[in-house]
C-alpha cells in the first residue's frame, strides 16, 4: 500500500531505564510519529481506510471536523493536497476564523477550506439532519467524523498491532495509547488485545462506553483499562511537571513527545511502572501516536 509513501512497519524500540529494572517490566515504543512527516501517527492508520474508500467512490472531496489544534485536520489537509481531494474543514469555535493559529494556518496553505463554527451548531456534528444539511451544501463530500475515527479507522489501527505481533514474536501484555475520540484505542482492542488507553481529556469516563460501542460488533475483542487522571487539567491544559517530564524522557530516550497526547501517556505510564501497578515480567508497548505538529515550544 503506497499511499503517501509511509515509512512502514514503523520501528519498535525498547526503553530501559532505573524505572523498567526496578520494576521488571519490559516497555516498548511504537514508533507511529515516524509513518509519515506531516500525516503522521495514528492519524495516518485511521485515515488510510477512509482515504482508500473514498477515492474507490470516485469521491473529489472530503469533510472532516475538528478544533483548533486538531491533528487530525490538519493530516487531512496534508494527505488531501498529495492526493488531489479537496478539503473541507468544520472548526469548532467561530472566534477562531481570525485567529492566528499555526495548525489551521497549515491546513489553510494546504487548500483546506475552514469552516467556523460555534460551540453550539458544534455539536450536532454526528447528528444525520445537521450532516445532510452540510453535505449538500459543501457538494457532497466523502464525510470522515472528528478524529477521523469510522469502522475504517480501527481496521487501519488493528494492523499496528499485527506488526508489532511480527516485531515482537507474539502480542505484548497490553498495549498502551493516549485516547481522544479512543477510536485508536478501540483499534487495538478489535485487534484482541489488551489495551490501556490514556484520556487526554478531563471527565474522560465517557471514553470508555464510546470505545465499547466502537468494538461492539467484534467477537475476540481485548480487554481495556482506562485511566482518567493523567489529563493535567483538561485537553490541551499542561503543566509545568508535563513539560518537565518530557524534556526529561528526550534527554533520556532521545525521543520527542508532546503535551497534548502523548506526553500525558507517558508521564501516566511511568507513574503506574514506579507504584508498582505491573507485574514482574509484564510486558508493554506504548504508542507514540505522533501528533508532533502540535508541540508546544517555550
Ligand atoms: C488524535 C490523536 C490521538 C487520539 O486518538 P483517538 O483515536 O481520537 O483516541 C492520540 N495521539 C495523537 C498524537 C493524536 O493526534
Known amino acids: 500500500m503506497d499511499i503517501l509513501r509511509p515509512n512502514l512497519p514503523s520501528p519498535l524500540q525498547e526503553l530501559v531505564n532505573a524505572d523498567t529494572r526496578a520494576a521488571g517490566i519490559r516497555l516498548w515504543i511504537k514508533r507511529d510519529d515516524l509513518i509519515h512527516p506531516t500525516v503522521s501517527g495514528n492519524k495516518w492508520r485511521k485515515l488510510k481506510y477512509n482515504l482508500l474508500e473514498a477515492q474507490s467512490q470516485g469521491f473529489k472531496s472530503i469533510l472532516t471536523f475538528g478544533g483548533a489544534y486538531s491533528n487530525h485536520l490538519y493530516a487531512t489537509a496534508a494527505a488531501g493536497y498529495a492526493l488531489d481531494l479537496h478539503t ?3 472548526v469548532r469555535g467561530d472566534e477562531l476564523a481570525d485567529a492566528d493559529n499555526p495548525t489551521l494556518t497549515f491546513c489553510k496553505d494546504h487548500g483546506m477550506d475552514l469552516h467556523f463554527v460555534s460551540r453550539t451548531e458544534y455539536r450536532q456534528r454526528s447528528d444525520d439532519a445537521y450532516l445532510q444539511e452540510l453535505s449538500g451544501r459543501f457538494g457532497h463530500p466523502f464525510l470522515i467524523p472528528e478524529g477521523g475515527t469510522t469502522a475504517l479507522a480501527l481496521k487501519g489501527e488493528a494492523e499496528m498491532v499485527s506488526e508489532i505481533e511480527d516485531q515482537l514474536g507474539g502480542l505484548p501484555d497490553y498495549i498502551s495509547t ?3 475520540t479512543g477510536g485508536t484505542a478501540a483499534g487495538i482492542l478489535s485487534a484482541g488485545c489488551q489495551v490501556m488507553a490514556f484520556a487526554a481529556l478531563k471527565n474522560g469516563l465517557f471514553l470508555g462506553n464510546d470505545i ?8 475476540n475483542r481485548g480487554s481495556l483499562v482506562l485511566l482518567t487522571d493523567y489529563h493535567f487539567g483538561g485537553y490541551a ?26 506526553g500525558k501517556m507517558f508521564y501516566g505510564l511511568f507513574d503506574l511502572i514506579k507504584m508498582g501497578h505491573f507485574d514482574r515480567g509484564a510486558s508493554i508497548v506504548a504508542v507514540h501516536t505522533g501528533g508532533l505538529q502540535g508541540l508546544l515550544r517555550t
Open 237 to 262: 491544559k499542561w503543566k509545568p511537571e508535563l513539560l518537565a517530564f518530557m524534556d526529561q524522557f528526550k534527554a533520556e530516550f532521545d525521543i520527542q513527545l508532546e503535551q497534548v497526547y502523548t
Open 212 to 219: 465499547q460501542t466502537l468494538v461492539a460488533d467484534y467477537e
Open 178 to 180: 493516549p485516547a481522544g
Open 88 to 90: 473541507v474543514g468544520i
